[in-house]
Every structure is written in C-alpha cells, then in structure tokens.
C-alpha cells in the first residue's frame, strides 16, 4: 500500500495566471482514464475481479431458482454431490449448495457493512484529527489509541456473548465498531501531509469552510489511498465473521459460511467424510478474501507509476 505522505491522486498547484480550482477538474478526469487504463491491463486486478464478481452473481441468483429455504430438510441424508444436490446433503438431508449460496451473500453484507462502517469513522475520526490538530487531534488520538489497544476479538467475542447476535447486518454493525482505529492513524497522518500544501492554503484563504476543504481538497487527493483502505476492512471483516460463525458466536437467523463450517464440524462431517459439508465454506472464504488482497496489491501498481506494468 502507499506509503503516508505518498500521494497518488491530483496533486497539484495553481500555476500563475491559472485558477486555483481549475486545474484539479482537467487533471482528475484525465487521471481517472488513466486509471481505468491500466487497471483493465492489470492481471491483479482484473483477476481478483473475476474471483470477486463470480461469487457475488453467485450469491445474488442462485437462491432465487430454488423453492425451498436453506435450512429445509429437502433430500436424503448425507447424500454426496449429485445432479440434483450439487454439493450434497446435511446429515439432516439440507442443500448444500443453497446453504453455500447464502453464505456467500452473507460475506458479502458483513463486509460491506462492517467495512464501511469502520472506514466512515475511521475516515472521519483520521480527516478532523489530522485537518484540526491541537486539542482535538490529541482526544480524538487518545480515543483511537484506546480502542487500538482493546482485543478486538476478545471484545466481540463477550458482546456476541451477552448481548446475543440475531441477525448479520448486526454482526457487522459491532465488527466495524472495532476495525477503524488503524484506518484513523493513517488518514489523520495522510492528511497532516496535505494541509500544508499550497492549494489547501488557497482554500482556506478563499473562505471554505473546513469541512468543505477536507471533502473537496484533502479528499480527492487520497481517493486511491482510501479506496484500498477500504478493499482491506472489507477482507478483515469477513475474516473477522468467519472466526465469530466457526466458533458458534454468528447470527442465531441467518446462515453464512462460517456457520457452515460450524455445524460441520459440530455434527462430526470431517470423521463421516462429508468434504462437501465443510470443504466449499472454507474454500469461499479463501478465495473471496485472498482475491480483495491480490486486488490491493494490483491497484497498488496501478495507483503508483513507478510500480505499473507498462
């Protein structure tokens, strides 16, 4: 990932006789094609891509061809994979396949959930400290210092515990509660990089206000930094519900993978061989989490001109 301090979006200054503001607008539409160029020429990304779109179709239209539900009891037994159960059956006589579906769509809510809740506050918690300084940067540090020295999964753990978890869009509310802090420290070093800069002086000079400056000057400037940050908490929530689900802390009326792997193991599927049982789940995840990571790394070379393929 770009180092603070590296920027790798519209960087730019007034030239003389030039508008301050006019020049971001030409430089950032002619940036974004250029983007978009050697994005689809990355294998990376364009494989992640793939990876990511595959599962996504997958979880959005496979259970809408089924007229039973997840959970139902619908065939034999432990039933291997067939023409009319594709990856099997439970123990109970459950699809597989439908249950896997489900899953994914799951991963998917709690990755986007968790993850942008935690990219909202940590973004914002990052954009004030850093922009403001003084009094307020150093609370919002000792709160982003406090929450980063919490276990986060420990702390999930005893909520998911006491205050019970029923739903996913839920688990992903108290995953992004723990998963800013590291997002905070670095925009709020991101951007005490780029309020000193000239065209961020103009800003405040012309009268913005200081929401306005960070939305519209310090912001832009670190879309790509961002966007990757976010590719990230995506990944690390999913991880994150995974963990929660596999050890039996997942939500009590939805069905995801890691629950899967859960019953799987709970009903003995590894010492009866039903590979099918728990064998899909922890390849999705595998797959859907390692294609973001790939993905990182592929915009990371898009992002930074001195790592792109030409």
Not at 80 to 85: H, I, L, N, R, V
Request: glycine share 10%; no cysteine; proline share 6%.
């Amino acid at each position: 990932m770009t180092e603070p301090g590296q920027l790798t979006d519209t960087d730019h200054v007034a030239a003389p006789g030039v508008p301050a503001l006019a020049e971001p607008v030409v430089s950032l539409a002619g940036r974004r094609r250029e983007t978009l160029h050697f994005a689809l020429r990355n294998k990376k990304v364009v494989g992640a891509l793939v990876v990511i779109s595959g599962f996504l179709v997958l979880g959005l239209v496979a259970p809408l061809f089924t007229d039973h539900g997840p959970n139902e009891y619908v065939g034999p037994p432990a039933a291997g994979p067939s023409a009319d159960y594709w990856f099997g059956t439970t123990t109970f006589g459950q699809d597989v396949f439908l249950q896997f579906a489900n899953g994914i769509r799951s991963t998917f809510v709690v990755g986007l959930l968790g993850g942008g809740l935690a990219a909202l506050i940590g973004m914002t918690v990052g954009f004030v400290a850093g922009y403001r300084g003084g009094l307020v940067d150093e609370l919002l540090n000792m709160l982003t210092n406090i929450v980063l020295v919490l276990p986060a999964l420990a702390v999930l753990i005893i909520l998911h515990a006491y205050v019970g978890v029923t739903s996913v869009p839920m688990q992903a509310v108290f995953i992004g509660l723990f998963s800013w802090p590291w997002v905070a420290r670095a925009v709020r070093a991101q951007t005490f990089s780029l309020r000193s800069r000239e065209f961020v002086d103009l800003a405040r000079l012309s009268g913005m206000r200081p929401l306005a400056v960070i939305r519209r000057e310090i912001a832009p400037n670190m879309s790509s930094y961002l966007f990757m940050t976010f590719i990230l908490l995506f990944g690390g929530s999913v991880l994150m519900a995974a963990t929660l689900d596999f050890i039996g802390l997942g939500p009590t009326d939805a069905i995801s993978l890691g629950l899967m792997m859960n019953s799987a193991v709970h009903w003995s599927a590894l010492h009866l061989g039903l590979w099918w049982w728990f064998v899909p789940p922890g390849a999705a995840i595998t797959a859907i989490v390692g294609a973001l990571y790939v993905m990182n790394v592929g915009l990371d070379e898009v992002f930074n001109p001195k790592l792109r393929e030409m």
